[in-house]
């Protein structure tokens, strides 16, 4: 029997899952009416640069190792141990987050209030879901990425509709001036949330680590990229125009700003309210899902070259996927949620916020060294054959690799610093926890690197022009280490 292969159709409905975060659409719309403008700057000066090179490396470089593979090619085994942890970490963190979502959200529907213990247990519940349905080969999840991709679709509209009609039968909750969508840099909120826009175009490249299951990778991953960006960009301002149409946007909760302006928009009783509510919570599952495939594949490459631990190598005998990360991931999560135990309430009640900003740290840590690496790639790889090219050249082509790179070293800066609280001199543990998580995973992770390094035979430095023209005479050959 022919292997399962994803048709087109599915890949763009892959994307669409993987990329679009509906729970993210609320922390953009807190920016304001400003948001409108950075949707469109960041759009222009980072999504279509990133996508276009994504595609470019993604056709050029085939294998299931996405992101890690193309940095560890030009940048060497270092800085792939690095992107490798980054973006393995995040996904657990970001699991975690998403986690404490569900017992809010019930609550909300039915009424039902929930102790620690209680809320533990639905948390634990959706994480350990998640790592089950990781266990499985990707074309065989395929129903949860197109279903996902879908009713993600729905809600996003819903909720743009549902703006409209409200805003159309009460007014806007905004001020709608012309100046308002101007941005505001002195806004520290504002800036904050920032990286939320950046984080809502992050995933593209997962798509590329599904070659295998593809019927027409080199066609299927360029195309899917563009016209999925453009769709999911279009979602995005739909949605995020409904929640602002609905709620005023320092009143938006970054936690449960969709579920709210639903609410907001047709009453806690309504049962549009509760089916919404209902359905969003399933997208979480999808989009965790979708998610781990790729984040599993690039922690299980980064073992399989001694730069993560071994244990993410570990295969089932039964899929061939990586149930050692899979696993992993489900015991970091559990332990992150298990900060809910330590008795200061205001990391409790803030900690949706305060994992999902680590996670979102984390994620742009990992896509920096992209753009320095597909230039390396370029320069020392210039006669391998790309099915699909990057249509910028000379000057314009550098300056689409350094602006997106700038964009997301001061995403994170803004994400991490508490520059609100430091002006208003408040800072303290609460504020400062997600900068010292981040800074804790950063010193793990140099730490992972170099108890990992000492189990490798040599360190490859990445590719230069005379190992590219060995690699090119040995098309068999999947790594370009075993020729250095």
């Given amino acids: 029997m022919a292997e399962k292969k994803f048709s087109f159709a599915s890949v763009i409905l892959t994307v669409i899952c993987v990329v679009f975060v509906a729970e993210a659409a609320a922390p953009a719309s807190a920016i304001g009416n400003q948001q409108f403008f950075w949707w469109v700057f960041l759009i222009i000066t980072f999504l279509l640069p990133y996508g276009l090179i994504c595609a470019e490396l993604g056709t050029t470089y085939e294998g299931d190792g996405g992101l890690y593979d193309w940095v560890r090619n030009a940048l060497g085994d270092k800085w ?39 809320k533990l247990a639905i948390e634990l519940a959706f994480v350990w879901v998640v790592v089950f349905l990781s266990f499985f080969k990707v074309s065989d999840s395929e129903w949860i990425l197109n279903g996902g991709a879908v ?11 549902m703006g409209i009609w409200f805003a159309l039968t009460y007014g806007f909750a905004n001020d709608m001036s012309a100046e308002t969508f101007l941005p505001d840099l002195t806004s520290f909120n504002s800036i904050q949330y920032l990286s939320i826009i950046l984080f809502n175009f992050m995933g593209f490249e997962v798509v590329t680590t599904f070659a295998s299951d593809m019927k027409n990778p080199k066609t299927d991953i360029p ?29 938006i909760d970054p936690d449960f700003g969709m579920i709210v302006a639903v609410m907001t928009m047709v009453g806690e009783n309504s049962w549009l ?14 989009n965790m899902t979708s998610w781990s495939f790729g984040v599993n594949f690039v922690a299980e490459y980064g073992a399989k070259h001694n730069n993560m631990p071994a244990v993410f190598a570990i295969e089932s005998k039964k899929t061939g996927m990586p ?9 970091v999560a559990t332990l992150a949620l298990l900060i809910q135990l330590i008795p200061i309430e205001e990391i409790s009640t803030g900690l949706f916020w305060s994992i999902f900003s680590m996670n979102v740290c984390f994620l742009l840590l990992a896509y920096i060294p992209i753009f320095p690496a597909f230039l390396k790639l370029r320069k020392v790889d210039p006669n391998r054959e790309r099915t699909y090219v ?52 950063i010193v793990a992770g140099e730490v992972m690197r170099v108890v990992c390094a000492k189990k490798r035979e040599r360190e490859f430095a990445g590719l230069t022009p005379e190992l590219s023209e060995k690699w090119l005479a040995n098309p068999d050959v999947a790594d370009p280490a075993e020729l250095a």
């Fill in 151 to 161: 009713l993600k679709v729905l809600i996003a509209v819903t909720v743009g509709v």
């Fill in 390 to 441: 990057v249509p910028f050249k000379g000057a314009l082509l550098k300056i689409a690799c350094v602006v997106p790179a700038i964009e997301l070293v001061l995403a994170i800066i803004a994400t991490v610093v508490p520059f609100g609280a430091i002006a208003e001199g408040t800072v303290g543990f609460v504020e400062l926890f997600p900068l010292i998580g981040v800074v804790v995973g």
């Fill in 323 to 331: 149930a050692g990360a899979a696993i992993v991931n489900g015991v």
């Fill in 80 to 118: 792939g141990a690095r992107v490798s942890w980054y973006y393995w970490i995040n996904f657990p963190l970001w699991m975690a987050s998403l986690g404490t979502l569900f017992p809010d959200i019930i609550t909300m529907c039915c009424g039902v209030e929930f102790d620690v213990v209680g």
């Fill in 273 to 286: 309210f509760i089916v919404i509510s209902l359905v969003f919570l399933v997208t979480l599952f999808a």
């Fill in 223 to 251: 195309k899917a990229i563009i016209l999925g960006g453009i769709a999911i960009a279009a979602i995005y301002l739909f949605a995020s125009f409904g929640i602002g149409a609905a709620i005023p946007a320092e009143e």
